[in-house]
DNA sequence: CCACTTAAGCAACGCTGTTGCCAAAGTGCA
DNA sequence: TGCACTTTGGCAACAGCGTTGCTTAAGTGG
């Protein structure tokens, strides 16, 4: 309770009609192939079957929708299915890592169309790399003719940054980016709109747009195990970024008072931790230390599911989602729980950022709306 | 990003009139005795002034808006000026503490009107505590005859409950609570609506709605430290409660991974290590703990401010918010940060949590809808 | 006294989802 | 094959929302 859960402006009826249009959207989208009947549609949406009628014959006239077949007939007239047509938009999802980039294009599903890979060094200078990934995203687009148009691109890194003014702060290790407006610079330049947020976000986001069940206000934690580490926390269904995008700082929470020291400054960070551990090939101490931090996170945040990704994960899948689950049944066992939140590697692999950053710009179509504070 | 903010559903003309008449409440609300004008309304919501004036014309028709004075002219006719009528309606703020009842009887605009205490043990078996309760409530509104209609009572208790099943779990050291559906037992008996939720996020709640600036949309945290330690997240706007009412286990925070055995089964909690630090008198060492594990809340989840109550903090106020603050700067300069997350006392004091729990049913007029796992 | 400015309501309007009704397209039994 | 029945889905009329255009109320300032 407390907080109107977004909106804090009048709704007009053009703002009500939007609404219950991307609501539909995002019940084509999650159907899939298989389709969706009007008849459903009213059902899951709340609204007459009419309505249903009048904003799905919208859609159709726009090209966003599409007949595609019957369901069997229940004794009487049979249910037209609906499906969401993929060609009528697409977005490019762009992810800037520290030494590669990765640039997606996807449809309205979020399927990927295309991809292309290219090295990458962040600490080339603000230029260089804006003026490379433009061109990435140029041929990216020019390799694949599109007749729905370009939402626009999604661009994913590392923290920190602001993703509301589309600024960057200190990257680590490259302080030329401090302040350097990216987005704007971007946008200018590719001509079109730029959406940026941090890369553990984008793949939180990308998880729970690809999971069904985590639309419904689920909340889970994506964790990102790299070089550095970091979170990506889906609260209620939506990213939880914060007021400075701060959310996510998982890597120095302190788990150990007296612990060693941090490049952070502070001592026992999860991170200093976890990293050592893995240096000295404990992968099992690794995981422990990392599912001792996750333990922290799913209580203090009633946290469904917990998803591990990163490349050193990646690593050794096995063994880190067997530590951090042992880990984590052992503290719900502790507290009684019924089950323990199910620990799992996260969906997407290496293109996982990039098809999450993709998601930044088709999530308002289906009514997943930015917030840079509160959303819709 | 992701989520829709809320609304899962449909949205029809009716759910559009009643929330723009919500928002246009909640801003007489936040308005107070000063009232606004309804061009101000206009300005505010983003609906048109005609808009408005049927919005207000309503409310004055319902006896929930009132005119109050005007505005000085600035050249033309002066503005009038609008403001909530208090007495329109009530509801009552229960707060179960293992020792103690507070009852509160709030107007709409959440001030206390009408207040009982009565000794409590919440270890007397569920039917005696439920009567007893049943009837300060019932001593409580008669004593104080309203016009405006009831709208029901809040209940705040100590966890772990399910708010949404209004049910309670295994209350720590009173096991005989296990299972009880406290909330459709007390509904029954008072034949009113009625709401449940934790200690902690009652207070939170309360507190969101106090402050003017903490509703757009900011994110803090309520620390409770009396006999246990536990947390009331607000996060953009809105109380974090997590699918089971789980979030704001903050007292188990493991900060020690090594450190001495909680009862709960964990090394190193932050309440263990807290209240062993308050129990040999060290009032310092105590506030550190907290900070320690507070900084890791604050970074993790981009918090704007951290507000401390409960009988402990209470008694060593000055101790405690300068000592959290002190840890919350030393992390905050380290992590680069411009300025480091204000700490306060939580302002209410002891009826702070009877107060949030009377917003539990205040909210939802005013547009801060309750939101199992998701909300409006 | 008069021109001007600002506030607020009345009336007509466009658009939303809703309601009532009917045509279309099946099933199942005689 | 025919007929009664069921279910789907669109057409038409409608109520209600906020918006637009205009008028009236109520001030200021020269």
Redesign the pocket.
Known sequence: MAGRGGVST????GA??SH??ALVLDLLRTAGPAGI???ELAERTG?????V?????RLRLDGLAAEAG?RA????????VLRLVPEAGHAVGLHLDRDELTAVLCDLTGAVVAERRAPLDLGAGAETVVEGAAREVETLLAGSLKAGRGLGVGVALPGPLDHAAGVLHRVTGFPEWNGFPLRDVLARRLDTAVVMDKDTNAAALGVAVREPHAQTGASFAYLHLGTGLGAGLVLGGSVHRGARTGAGEFGHQVIQLDGPLCECGNRGCVEVLCLAAVGRGDVDGAARVLGAAAANLVALLDIDEVLLGGRTVAAHEEAFVRGVGAVLDERARRAGADRAVPVRAAPGGARGVAEGAAQLLLGPLFGLVARPMGGI
């Not at 009048?10 to 009826?13: A, P, Y």
């Not at 609204?47 to 309505?51: H, I, K, M, S, Y």
């Not at 009628?53 to 014959?57: L, V, Y």
């Open positions: 009048g709704v007009n009826l009500l009609r219950n249009t009947s009007r008849l609204l007459t079957p009419q309505a009628s009048k904003i799905t014959a019957r007939s229940t004794g009487g007239k049979p249910r037209t």
